[in-house]
C-alpha cells in the first residue's frame, strides 16, 4: 500500500521523499487535491503537525513530519538499498551533509530568498549576511565535489537527493549562472544528480533562474529601527539602497516596457558559403561510404572564414568513475547546447573501456571564435580545455576526421559512447 504524502505537487521538501522513494522501491503517493494554506489546516492535518506545516507522511504506523526525517524513513522502510551508504563512517557522513545542505544551504537560501518574495522584511544587511553565508558553504561543497562525484562513496545517497532538492530552489528561483560559475564542481554536480532518471522522473527539466527576483517595491523596515524623528526614515532607507549587495540588474528593466529581442551577433556576420544544416543533413543521411562521402563532403563545405572547428578535453576526466554517470554528464551539456542549436555542430566521444573514462569532443561553431552567449550560458564550457583547430595541420585534420566518424580505436582506446550534436 502507497504512502501518503500530504504536500503540493512543487514542493522542493517533498521532492526529498518522492526521490529517495524512486531510489529505494517504495510507494509514496501525493495526497489528492492537496491545496496550500487550506489542507494544512483543517483539524485532522494539524492532529499530524500540529504547526501545520507540510509535507507530513501518514504511514501504517502512524503520521511523520519535518522532510528530512520523512526522507529518512522512506529511505529505511524496506532497509534494502544504500542510500544510508554501507558503513557506521558512510552513515557519519551521510548525516553530516544532510545537516549541513539543511543548516548552511537551504537556510541561506531561504533567508535570501523568502523577502525578496514578500516573505519577511527585506533588509539588505540581513541578504548581505546570507549570500555570503552561502557563498561560504557553497565554497566548501565546490571543494568537497572537486574530487568527489556524489557527496559519500561511489553512488547517490540520501545526503545527495537532500542537498540536490535544496540546490534545486536556489537553482531554480534566485542563484543566476553568474552566482553559480564561481562553484563549478557544485553546478556539476547539480545538473549530473537532476538529470539522473530517479531525480528526472520527480524535477522534470530543471531551468535555472535567469533573474534574481527583485527587491519588493517598499522594503519593509526593521521594527526596532523605527523612527524618532519625521526625516529619518529616508535617510536610512537610502544609505541601506546604497550598502545593498548583488543587486540584480534585471531589477530596474523588468518595470519598463519589453523591448524588442536583440539579433544574436552571429546573424550578423557576412553569409557564409557553408549552410550548417546541408552538413548536419549530409552527416545524418550518410550510412555507408563515411569516409568517401560525410567527411569529403564537410571538407568541401568547410568554410573557415564564416566557421572555425575546436577540439575540446574535459578538466575533470579522474572524476569520470562510472561509466553511466559520464555519459549521462555529456547527455546533459548537449541538452545545455540547444540554445547554439542555429549556430553549432557538435560531436563528443567518451573514451576507455574502464574508468576513468575521458572526455573530448570536436565542435563546429559558426563565426571565428567560440561564441560569446555559448560561453556566458553554458555552464559544462568552462569544464573543458579549448583549442582551436589548425585546418593547416593534417595530423589535426585527420583527428576532426575521425572524431566525426566516431573511428575507433580513437587515440589508441576503444569508445565507451559517441553523442552528436546537431
Ligand atoms: N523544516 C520543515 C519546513 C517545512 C515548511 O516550512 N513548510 C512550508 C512549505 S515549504 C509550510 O508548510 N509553510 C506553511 C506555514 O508555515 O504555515 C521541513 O523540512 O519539512
Given at each position: ?359 573530448k569532443g570536436l565542435w563546429l ?21 579549448w583549442s582551436k583547430v589548425d ?32
Amino acid at each position: 500500500m502507497a504512502l501518503i504524502l500530504h504536500a503540493g505537487k512543487s514542493n522542493k521538501n517533498a521532492y526529498k521523499a518522492l526521490i529517495a522513494a524512486e531510489y529505494a522501491g517504495v510507494q509514496v503517493q501525493l495526497a489528492p487535491n492537496f491545496e496550500m494554506g487550506v489542507s494544512n489546516k483543517t483539524p485532522e492535518f494539524l492532529k499530524m503537525n500540529p504547526i501545520g506545516k507540510v509535507p507530513v507522511l501518514e504511514t501504517p504506523e502512524g503520521p511523520v513530519f519535518e522532510s528530512n526525517a520523512i526522507a529518512r524513513y522512506v529511505a529505511r522502510v524496506k532497509g534494502d538499498n544504500t542510500l544510508y551508504g554501507s558503513s557506521s563512517i558512510d552513515y557519519g557522513h551521510i548525516e553530516q551533509w544532510i545537516d549541513f545542505s539543511s543548516l548552511e544551504i537551504d537556510a541561506n537560501i531561504g533567508r535570501w530568498f523568502a523577502p525578496r518574495k514578500g516573505f519577511g522584511p527585506y533588509l539588505p544587511p540581513a541578504e548581505e549576511a546570507a549570500i555570503s553565508s552561502l557563498k561560504r558553504a557553497l565554497g566548501a561543497l565546490n571543494t568537497h565535489l572537486a574530487t568527489n562525484t556524489y557527496l559519500v562513496g561511489h553512488t547517490v545517497t540520501l545526503a545527495d537527493i537532500i542537498t540536490t532538492c535544496n540546490l534545486y530552489l536556489g537553482f531554480t528561483n534566485i542563484m543566476i549562472k553568474s552566482f553559480t560559475s564561481e562553484f563549478p564542481h557544485v553546478e556539476r554536480y547539480f545538473w549530473t544528480l537532476v538529470n539522473q532518471p530517479n531525480f528526472r522522473k520527480i524535477l522534470g527539466q530543471v531551468k535555472q533562474a535567469d533573474a534574481v527576483p527583485p527587491v519588493p517595491s517598499k522594503p519593509a523596515q526593521p521594527k526596532e529601527s523605527k523612527p524618532k524623528a519625521k526625516d529619518e526614515p529616508k535617510k536610512e532607507a537610502k544609505k541601506e539602497a546604497k550598502k545593498e549587495p548583488e543587486k540584480p540588474k534585471v531589477e530596474e528593466e523588468e518595470e519598463e516596457a519589453p523591448k524588442p529581442k536583440p539579433k544574436n551577433p552571429l546573424d550578423l556576420l557576412p553569409p557564409s558559403k557553408m549552410i550548417l544544416d546541408e552538413w548536419k543533413r549530409l552527416y545524418s543521411n550518410t550510412k555507408t561510404n563515411f569516409r568517401e562521402v560525410a567527411i569529403k563532403g564537410f571538407w568541401d563545405m568547410y568554410d573557415p572564414e564564416g566557421y572555425s572547428l575546436w577540439f575540446c578535453d574535459y578538466k575533470y576526466n579522474d572524476e569520470n568513475t562510472v561509466s553511466f554517470v559520464t555519459m549521462n554528464k555529456v547527455g546533459g551539456f548537449l541538452q545545455r547546447m540547444d540554445l547554439a542549436r542555429k549556430y553549432a555542430f557538435g560531436k563528443m566521444l567518451v573514451i576507455g573501456s574502464q574508468p576513468p573514462f575521458k572526455v573530448k569532443g570536436l565542435w563546429l561553431f559558426r563565426g571565428p571564435e567560440i561564441p560569446k552567449f555559448v560561453m556566458d550560458e553554458c555552464y559544462d564550457m568552462e569544464l573543458y580545455e579549448w583549442s582551436k583547430v589548425d585546418i593547416s595541420d593534417e595530423n589535426q585534420k585527420e583527428r576532426v576526421n575521425q572524431m566525426i566518424e566516431d573511428h575507433e580505436p580513437f587515440e589508441g582506446e576503444s569508445l565507451l559512447d559517441a553523442k552528436c550534436f546537431k
